[in-house]
């Protein structure tokens, strides 16, 4: 593992932090004496996409499905109540 000055991290501290980002741990000393050690944070994996159709035969559409309430919505359009 590699060891950098206190000077030389703050003076290259965002090219330090790509490093760890990349998965690349490092020590910060002070006068020779280690101080901190810097590593990547374990970040979540990103989540799957869920495709199209990944509810498929986990639900079921009645087949009259688009004439579910026809004759209630054509009473409230037309007046009749």
């Known amino acids: 593992?590699?060891?950098f000055n206190i000077h030389?991290?703050?003076?290259?501290l965002s090219r330090l932090v790509e490093r760890a980002?990349?998965?690349e741990a490092f020590v910060i000393a002070k006068a020779g004496k280690p101080l901190v050690k810097v590593v990547p944070l374990?970040?979540?994996a990103p989540r799957a996409i869920q495709p199209i159709g990944f509810m498929k035969g986990r639900i079921r559409i009645p087949d009259d499905f688009d004439r579910m309430g026809?004759?209630?919505i054509e009473r409230?359009?037309?007046?009749?109540g």
């Not at 030389?8 to 290259?12: E, G, N, S």
């Open 70 to 72: 026809e004759d209630a």
């Open 21 to 23: 980002a990349k998965g």
């Open 42 to 44: 374990e970040a979540p």
């Open 8 to 12: 030389h991290a703050k003076t290259h």
């Open 1 to 3: 593992m590699e060891t």
């Open 76 to 80: 409230l359009f037309d007046g009749v």
